[in-house]
């Protein structure tokens, strides 16, 4: 019988440019001792400052990767927290990232979190939520594991340089020989109180094609019409061959805010899974 369970630890801020995991991994074990499910991994900020895109975390099972290295925080997972009165996802800073498929944890291991800080420090709750399984539980040859990558593109602080951010290869990308199951894109902005986090939305376009040509954003489109305002995402369902990747094209108009200083950052992260033979 699987039985629920939630496995909870916070990760004090580290270093400016240093990283930092559990002083005590135990909290992140399954305590019975048996193989369990992954389901949900939640975050929440529970000291320091900043906002979610300078905070990255890696998660990894042994030596299996489940993040592509650090992924910003706030391009992982469902914001859980709404808008704050100056229009960005800072504080109360809630999310979650319900993995595509459940992550098999064997029995004596644990998904390993880490974060890194990148130009501001703080602390963060990582919990999981899963199913504990029983003793007897089979751990299958062939187990499909979760991956997230991202494009983070450099922020912005001057409204009237308007300029195009391009990803690279190795970020929208499959590392792997084996074909990457695409589940969503999720693509997050965050704009700080000197601009309006609404029109940024329309006023940062998108294109994306793949590796080999392939379109998927024709088009200059509003980044907020290619991921929902409320999903931060897009459902695709699609595959990604070995060693392939997207491109994204980001295009500013913020010159057409007529605003002063201030600061905005996109970022995009691809979401899937991937086949791993354990033997």
């Not at 299958?140 to 991202?150: D, E, F, L, R």
């Not at 084996?178 to 894109?185: A, H, K, W, Y």
Request: charged share 20%.
């Amino acid at each position: 019988m699987n039985s629920p369970i939630l496995l909870s630890g916070v990760i004090t801020p580290p270093g400016i440019g240093a990283t930092q995991g559990l002083a005590d991994s135990s909290l992140m074990q399954n305590p019975f001792n048996t193989p369990m499910w992954i389901d949900e991994v939640r975050m929440r900020r529970v000291s320091g400052s900043g906002n979610s895109l300078d905070t990255h975390l890696k998660l990894t099972l042994g030596r299996i990767p489940v993040t592509h290295g650090f992924v910003p925080v706030g391009a992982l997972g469902k914001r859980l927290a709404g808008f704050t009165s100056n229009g960005d996802f800072d504080d109360p800073l809630y999310l979650t990232w319900r993995l595509p498929r459940p992550l098999l944890i064997p029995a004596g291991e644990y998904l390993v979190p880490m974060l890194y800080a990148a130009s501001s420090a703080s602390g963060w709750r990582i919990s999981y939520a899963g199913r504990s399984l029983p003793k007897e539980f089979a751990i299958p040859p062939i187990v499909q594991v979760p991956y997230a990558t991202p494009f983070v593109a450099a922020t912005r602080v001057d409204p009237t340089d308007d300029t195009t951010q391009v990803s690279h290869e190795t970020d929208l990308v499959n590392v792997f020989d084996v074909p990457l199951f695409v589940q969503r894109f999720v693509g997050r902005l965050l704009v700080d109180s000197a601009w309006n986090a609404y029109a940024s939305r329309e006023l940062l376009m998108l294109r994306m094609y793949d590796s080999i040509g392939k379109i998927l954003v024709r088009d200059e489109t509003p980044f907020g019409h290619v991921f929902s305002e409320l999903e931060d995402s897009w459902t695709v369902h699609t595959q990604l061959a070995p060693k392939g990747f997207y491109t994204a094209t980001l295009l500013e108009n913020y010159s057409l805010l007529a605003r002063g200083a201030g600061a905005v950052q996109a970022a995009i992260t691809l979401v899937g899974h991937r086949e791993v033979d354990l033997r």
